[in-house]
């Protein structure tokens, strides 16, 4: 049972650099979600996907970009990485329930460790 | 707008001894809550969540909440600690309305402990 799987695990960046957080799940939710952690401050959204083909803005979207590729896949770029982004970064998806709404609960992968120089 | 003040960064207990986690929220409207745990390098997992009826819920290992409208509080208790349960609690509530995925977490809590 695979879940949702991230790629890479580990990261290190210099300031200007550019890279993509792969994400996949495989548990066929409509509703992707990027997270970050910072030590003392929970996590925060980044952006989330609703359903394939849709993508918005969470608490601290910028200096990032998203695609949802299809439905399994939600990735995240960050075009010119900077020392501020340096942090744990999650994806996590959930599902809608019976009565068509989403359940709320997240399912997280492993998170990708990133540093930024 | 929503948030969710945890009280206490850092608890430690006993094994055997009461677990008591703190969750204070706000929400303009009715609210999902949840309880995740993260252990050492991994990622986050469901420990119970509340939606709707009863106001009790009952979670994996041993774990359960309840939820008081009137004090805004959904705390994570379990009554006796074993060293496995050493890691670090998030508290998290979403709007039931929107995308109820898309949760405010709080700060964390680390509990350790001691045997």
């Known amino acids: 049972n695979a879940g949702v799987t991230q790629t890479p695990k580990f990261q290190v960046l210099k300031t200007g650099q550019s890279m993509t957080l792969q994400c996949a799940q495989d548990?066929?939710?409509?509703?992707m979600y990027w997270y970050r952690q910072d030590p003392g401050m929970g996590l925060r959204l980044i952006y989330y996907?609703?359903?394939?083909?849709?993508?918005d803005k969470g608490e601290v979207p910028n200096g990032y970009n998203v695609s949802r590729l299809n439905k399994r896949e939600f990735s995240l770029r960050l075009e010119s990485a900077a020392p501020s982004q340096t942090s744990v970064y999650f994806c996590?998806?959930?599902?809608?329930?019976?009565?068509?709404?989403?359940?709320?609960?997240?399912?997280f992968g492993e998170g990708s460790r990133l540093t930024v120089l | 707008a929503q948030s969710v003040t945890q009280l206490g960064s850092h608890v430690s207990v006993s094994e055997g001894a009461l677990v008591l986690l703190r969750c204070n929220y706000s929400?303009?409207?009715?609210?999902?809550l949840f309880w995740y745990v993260q252990y050492p390098n991994q990622g986050l997992q469901l420990l119970l969540k509340?939606?709707?009826?009863?106001?009790l819920v009952k979670g994996i290992n041993g774990f359960e909440a309840e939820f008081k409208k009137s004090e805004t509080s959904f705390h994570l208790t379990k009554p006796s600690a074993h060293m496995s349960d050493a890691a670090e609690y998030f508290c998290?509530?979403?709007?039931?309305?929107?995308?109820?995925?898309?949760?405010?977490f709080g700060d964390g809590t680390t509990l350790t402990v001691k045997p």
């Open positions: 929400s303009s409207v009715p609210p999902y």
């Open positions: 996907s609703a359903s394939e083909g849709t993508t």
């Open positions: 998290a509530v979403s709007d039931r309305r929107g995308n109820a995925g898309k949760s405010t």
């Open positions: 996590a998806s959930s599902a809608k329930g019976r009565q068509g709404t989403n359940t709320g609960e997240l399912f």
């Open positions: 509340y939606t709707t009826g009863a106001t």
């Open positions: 548990m066929n939710h409509n509703s």
